[in-house]
C-alpha cells in the first residue's frame, strides 16, 4: 500500500516476548520473562493492499488517498477475532499516531458501522497487512495482524500497529522513496520472499519490497532510512553487503513531521 511522503514511515519489524493465554482465549496478566523473551525478527513483512492491486501514481503518502483532516476514523474489530488484551495493544498504538496526525481513532463495537475492520486471521491471509489510506473504507476487512496473541512483546506490538496504521494514514514502504538508492541483489531479495513463510509473488514482491516511486505526484519528505514504513534490508539482500533499517521500531521525528504536513494541527 502506498502512501505519500517518505515520511516515509516506513519500517517495521517485529519482536516477540512472552506472556500467557488460558485455555479460553482470554489473556492472563502480561508476565514479563526474560528468558521468555525473543530476538527482534529480521524477517519483517508486510503486505500494502490498493484497491487496484498495484501502487498508486503517488508515493509515501499519495494525496488521493488521505483522509479528510480532522476526520474522526471509526474502526471496529471482527467479532471473534483477538482478546481484549491484543484488542488493547492495537488501540494503543494506533492511537499513538494522533499525537502528531490531526485525525482521531474512534474504536467502536464489534456491530457498529466504522470506516474500517480490523482481524486477527493466522492462515490463509495471514501475516500482517493494511490497506492504505482511504482505500481501507468499506472493505470487509482493512488491516490484519497475523502474528499477535498474548505471548507478543510490547515492543512487537508497538512496531508493527504503528507500521500497519501507517499505511492506514497513507504512507507506504519507505524504502520505496525515489532518495533511497539501495543496491538491491534482487536474486536474494528474490529467493527469499518466494519462500516460507511469505511465499509470495514476484509482483508481490516487486510491490512490497522493490518498487521505487516516482517523484512527481508524490507527497515527499527526505529518505528516512530509520521511518517506522522501512522494511529491514539485511546485508545479504544488498550487492555492497551492507544493513540498512535493520530494527526499526518506533515513529520517528521524520515520520511525525510528515504527519504534522499532510494531517495539520496537531
Keep these: 500500500m502506498k502512501t505519500t511522503n517518505l515520511l516515509l514511515i ?42 487496484t492491486g498495484g501502487p498508486v ?38 492511537k499513538s499516531w494522533e499525537s502528531s496526525a490531526n485525525v482521531t481513532f474512534q474504536f467502536v ?4 458501522a466504522a470506516d474500517l475492520t480490523v482481524g486477527f486471521k493466522h492462515n490463509g ?12 473504507r468499506g472493505q470487509s476487512q482493512s488491516v490484519n495482524f497475523g502474528w499477535f496473541d498474548n505471548n507478543t ?7 508493527t500497529t504503528t507500521h500497519e496504521f501507517g499505511h492506514v494514514l497513507g504512507l507506504q514502504h519507505e524504502q520505496a522513496h525515489p532518495d533511497a538508492n539501495i543496491p538491491w541483489n534482487k536474486d536474494a531479495v528474490y ?24 517523484r512527481t ?6 529518505y528516512d532510512k530509520s521511518s517506522i514504513m522501512h522494511y529491514p534490508v539485511p546485508a545479504r539482500f544488498t550487492t555492497n553487503n551492507v544493513a540498512i533499517a535493520a530494527n ?14 499532510y494531517y495539520p494541527g496537531r
Aim: charged residues 20%; contains cysteine.
Design 10 to 51: 516506513s519500517l517495521a519489524l517485529l519482536a516477540a516476548t512472552g506472556c500467557k493465554k488460558n485455555n479460553n482465549n482470554e489473556e492472563n496478566v502480561p508476565q514479563k520473562d526474560a528468558a521468555a523473551k525473543e530476538t527482534l525478527f529480521a524477517d519483517f513483512s508486510c503486505q500494502m493492499k490498493t484497491i
Design 57 to 94: 501514481t503517488e508515493s509515501w503518502g499519495p494525496n488521493n488517498k488521505l483522509w479528510t483532516n480532522g476526520r474522526t476514523i471509526k474502526v471496529r474489530f471482527i467479532s471473534g477475532e483477538g482478546t481484549s488484551f491484543v484488542r488493547g495493544k492495537v488501540q494503543q498504538y494506533a
Design 109 to 112: 463495537a464489534d456491530n457498529a
Design 125 to 136: 491471509d495471514g501475516g500482517s497487512w493494511a490497506y492504505v489510506g482511504i482505500d481501507g
Design 153 to 159: 512483546s510490547d515492543e512487537e506490538f508497538r512496531r
Design 191 to 214: 529467493a527469499y520472499y518466494e519462500g516460507a513463510p511469505n511465499f509470495w509473488t514476484k509482483d508481490q514482491i516487486d510491490f512490497n519490497v522493490l518498487w521505487v516511486g516516482p
Design 217 to 222: 505526484g508524490s507527497n515527499l519528505l527526505t
Design 248 to 261: 526499526n521500531t518506533t515513529i520517528t521525528a521524520t515520520d511525525a513531521a510528515y504527519m504534522k504536513k
